[in-house]
């Protein structure tokens, strides 16, 4: 009887226990989903924003997803420029990119540029439907066109660094009118009153004019 008495408290203890265990444990958050979500988009100053997002100088974005996860790709003032992408090339899953440090290499408009990725962090995921056909990147580039999905521990800090919210649409326009201030004199008319580049500029100007604005707007 006594061992019977003590294997039954045994038993209760260790209910006890195991659902004291369970209650106690943290709440495990999955990982964002490989599908992006169609961000807000309002136009201003003449420009497509996407509401939430960050910029980097060089023309990539970031989108937070979650503590420390972040969608990053390529904005539409990029996008333009290059026009036809032909091919893209993103550093594997699981290696590690400083913030300003390169993300991709893109080949299009007779040339190939690096881009730099927003973040630090770990790649985690790559879109292979943008590797299949890169033109998601300049048809769909704050949705089905993202590149990579970084986990970045310091996301907060690095956002710090970034162009976002008010700032964006004025910004956007002052590379706007820094570029029509780099085509008035050899290529006048490619330049733009208002809103993004003339699609394809890239493979319509000279090869010296054409390095001058890879260096000024994707900093490579």
């Keep these: 009887m006594s061992i019977l008495f003590v294997l039954l408290m045994f038993l209760l203890i260790m209910s006890i226990s195991y659902f ?3 209650q106690n444990q943290p709440v495990v958050r999955p990982e964002p989903g490989v599908r992006a979500q169609a961000p807000r988009v309002e136009r201003e100053l003449g420009f497509e924003v996407p509401q939430g997002y960050c ?11 979650g ?5 990053v790709g390529v ?3 990029a996008g333009s420029l290059i026009g036809k992408i032909d091919r893209i090339e993103v550093i594997g899953p699981n290696r590690w990119v ?5 993300l991709m290499t893109v080949h299009g408009a007779g040339t190939s540029l690096d881009l730099l990725s ?3 962090g770990v790649v985690t995921a790559v879109n292979h439907d943008a590797l299949q056909d890169p033109t998601l990147l300049t048809r769909d580039p704050y949705k089905d066109g993202w590149v990579a999905i970084v986990k970045s521990p310091d996301l907060a800090i690095n956002q710090k660094n970034l162009v976002q919210g ?7 326009q002052n590379n706007l009118m820094r570029l029509n201030g780099m085509l008035s004199q050899l290529s006048p008319a490619l330049a733009q ?3 993004l580049p003339v699609n394809g500029l890239l493979s319509r100007v000279n090869p010296e004019l054409q390095q001058k604005i890879v260096r000024e707007f994707f900093l490579s």
């Design 55 to 65: 910029f980097h100088p060089g023309h990539t974005w970031v989108s937070r997803e």
């Design 118 to 120: 927003p973040v630090e």
């Design 193 to 195: 009153d208002g809103g």
């Design 75 to 77: 904005d539409s003032f």
């Design 98 to 102: 400083r913030q300003g440090q390169k």
């Design 67 to 71: 503590t420390d996860n972040a969608r």
């Design 20 to 22: 004291r265990g369970v």
């Design 166 to 172: 008010s700032m964006v649409a004025p910004w956007m």
